[in-house]
Nanobody
Framework: QVQLVESGGGLVQPGGSLTLSCAASRRIFSFDVMGWYRQPPGKERELVAQ???????SYLDSVKGRFTISRDNAKNAVYLQMNTLKPEDTAVYYCNALFVGTDYWGQGTQVTVSS
């Protein structure tokens, strides 16, 4: 079993920045993929960014150049640095881990971008 706990969400003005953190309950060095998904109000969940065990990163087109995902195996954590936030980034953000063929999810953290 894997527990994931997100933190760092909140209310931010357009153009601002936030960093989301996801702490895992076990060593993450063996996780195949870790990522961040989001679910905007009234919409389906979408993949925002992910990083593989080998360090390969991929991003949703709309966040490229603004968001950065990083993985710290020593701290058993994954982060999402979000810059130049836009109102359309408003969503519940979920941490995800793929481990031994099973997807694990955090409880989600709300990010609201509004003036």
């Amino acid at each position: 079993q894997v527990q994931l706990v997100e933190s760092g969400g909140g209310l931010v003005q357009p153009g601002g920045s936030l960093t989301l953190s996801c702490a895992a309950s076990r060593r993450i060095f063996s996780f195949d993929v870790m990522g961040w998904y989001r679910q905007p109000p009234g919409k389906e969940r979408e993949l925002v960014a992910q990083v593989t065990r080998g360090g390969n990163r991929s991003y949703l087109d709309s966040v490229k150049g603004r968001f950065t995902i990083s993985r710290d195996n020593a701290k058993n954590a994954v982060y999402l640095q979000m810059n130049t936030l836009k109102p359309e980034d408003t969503a519940v953000y979920y941490c995800n881990a793929l481990f031994v063929g099973t997807d694990y999810w955090g409880q989600g953290t709300q990010v609201t971008v509004s003036s």
